[in-house]
């Protein structure tokens, strides 16, 4: 009885970041290079920090299918195979692996010891990168121009509110797990 109730609450979760992720992709200022600026990026990595790397990992999959099957989960109400294959494709697919390695890095690392506080950060802030980085090939290749443009049109303007928000979510997914009790 208990591992069916342990999965029922793991479902909930996925469900309930899922959704978050849905929502935070809403607040949203629409900028010329169709990359908007977005509560996207502190969404996946609350997600990774709390759920962890599978659960995580499967919320943003989830997240990733609606919005390829069409549900308007991404920024400006969107949905559909268009999305993932226009301007911010990349940055999208990038968050699965995002959440990954923030949950990784909880795994990894005691988050009760300054050192593993620290070190969780860093490899959060690591996951933000590879998300960038995915994000700036795909836009290179979607918009026609070189990698060096591509990097300061749509990564450069957004790195210092990613970071902040990786921090963020990470202090917030502390204190939510300790109210929750909850084990990622």
């Known amino acids: 009885m208990k591992n069916s109730s342990a999965y029922i609450k793991n479902m909930v979760y996925i469900a309930l970041f899922t959704a978050i992720a849905a929502v935070l992709s809403q607040i949203a200022l629409p900028l010329p290079t169709n990359v908007p600026i977005t509560l996207q990026t502190f969404a996946v990595a609350l997600t990774g920090f709390f759920l962890g790397w599978k659960n995580g990992t499967a919320a943003l999959v989830v997240y990733v299918?609606?919005?390829a099957v069409g549900a308007p989960v991404f920024s400006g109400f969107k949905g559909g195979l268009g999305v993932l294959t226009?301007?911010?494709?990349?940055?999208?697919?990038?968050?699965?692996l995002m959440a990954a390695v923030c949950g990784i890095a909880v795994k990894l690392f005691k988050p009760q010891e300054l050192k593993g506080k620290l070190l969780i950060n860093l490899i959060?802030?690591?996951?933000?990168?590879?998300?960038?980085i995915?994000?700036?090939v795909w836009y290179s290749a979607v918009a026609e121009i070189n990698l060096a443009k591509s990097f300061l049109v749509v990564s450069?303007?957004?790195?210092?509110?990613?970071?902040?928000?990786?921090?963020a979510a990470y202090l917030i997914s502390?204190?939510?797990?300790?109210r929750l009790r909850f084990k990622n």
């Open 134 to 136: 995915i994000g700036v």
């Open 156 to 167: 450069v303007p957004f790195l210092a509110k990613d970071i902040i928000s990786v921090i």
């Open 65 to 67: 299918l609606l919005g």
């Open 174 to 178: 502390e204190e939510l797990i300790k």
């Open 124 to 132: 959060g802030i690591a996951g933000l990168l590879l998300d960038h």
């Open 86 to 96: 226009g301007y911010t494709g990349g940055f999208i697919i990038g968050f699965v």
